[in-house]
């Protein structure tokens, strides 16, 4: 069956925010250290302190958020009972808050509160989605929680948030906004709503990352990409997500790449590997030739089309300063073989995998892996 919802309210700017804490009295913020040491939490706090609303601040989320800080969490508002739950800052600490609202509603019903996300990066697209990723460090696993209990109810988009984010993180997230796109039109689950939300974000992307990238002041850019991280959130939470997302987690994991740019430097393999390009193509090639002619290099045929779409992701990936291989890097080769069989398994049994439109074997994705490392078939 296949179904298409957006639960989540959007905001555009900050003048509309106030109407969200209209009547409240307790707010719990949940965000990163260096947002409130930095005093950028103060977006959220002056707006909270105008109402006279209490407030309490849970700082303890890392990048990649693990179990242990969602515990910490949890009870905090479990003893705290706020009438609301605002997350801000990057994927980590929307995710975070994501974990600690679901489980503590879990626990407790009477928790659950009104959920607020504001992103100040422009990437992950989480404030609106029911997908959420959490960290096992003991096991080196990522996983992904997926439940419409997750979706805020709120997103407030403001792209002065993201003015001072570095051209590196942008340039990470950014390739995360297109991977989540692509990886939404070739799902088996996509259908014509979410190939609309997916599409305008992929022209979005192609219109302002460089920009972006390239001059951070550039506020037209800047929110170009914020609406497009969410557009693709918006497109892959109905649609789901593919291989691409299931190596670049468990590689996360084991190495602490960015998400972002994992994504980055798997995406020209798994294209070429979904479309066919290393054996047969196949019909998932007709739906990457949509997105080239999106970003206007398309051909007639599709074979053709995946190729140049491939050459285009190589392109802007140098264009971004970014790693073309795994072992570019900086990913030792020892390393990486002595965790390969580990990761293959773990992209496999990932959850966003199962909507990858091209089912694969174990050996292909060994294979795949071995691909994305060395720059070339082995």
Partial sequence: MSNFSIATKIIIGSEDSKDVFAGMTKVMIITDNFMKESGKVSYVTELLEEFQIQYEIFSDVRPDPDIESVTKGVLILEELKPQAVVAFGGGSAIDAAKAVVYFASRNNQSTRCTFVAIPTTSGTG????????????????????????????????????????????????GVDVFTHA????????????????????????????????????????????????????????????????????????????????????????????????????????????????????????????CLNLVRFVNGYIKKLNLPSTIQEAGIDEKSFMDNLDEMVKAALADRCTATNPRECTYDEVHRLFQTAYYGKVR
């Fill in 126 to 173: 989480t404030e609106v989605t029911k997908f959420a990723i959490i960290s096992d460090p003991a096991k080196k696993a990522k996983y992904p929680l997926v439940d419409d209990k997750l979706i805020p109810d709120y997103c407030i988009l403001d792209a002065e948030l993201i003015k001072s984010v570095p051209p590196s993180v942008t340039a990470d997230t």
């Fill in 182 to 305: 692509i990886e939404a039109i070739v799902s088996s689950k996509a259908n014509d709503f979410s190939d609309a939300a997916a599409e305008k974000a992929i022209k979005l992307f192609r219109d302002n990352l460089l920009k972006a990238f390239k001059k951070p002041d550039d506020m037209q850019a800047r929110k170009g990409m914020h609406n497009a991280s969410t557009l693709a959130g918006i497109a892959f939470s109905n649609a789901g997500l593919g291989l691409n997302h299931g190596i670049a987690h468990t590689l996360g994991a084991h190495f602490h790449i960015p998400h972002g740019r994992a994504n980055a430097i798997i995406l020209p393999y798994v294209i070429s590997f979904n479309a066919g390009l290393y054996d047969t193509i196949n019909e998932t090639a007709k739906r990457y030739q949509i997105i080239a002619e999106l970003l206007n290099v398309d051909s007639t045929m599709p074979r053709q089309s």
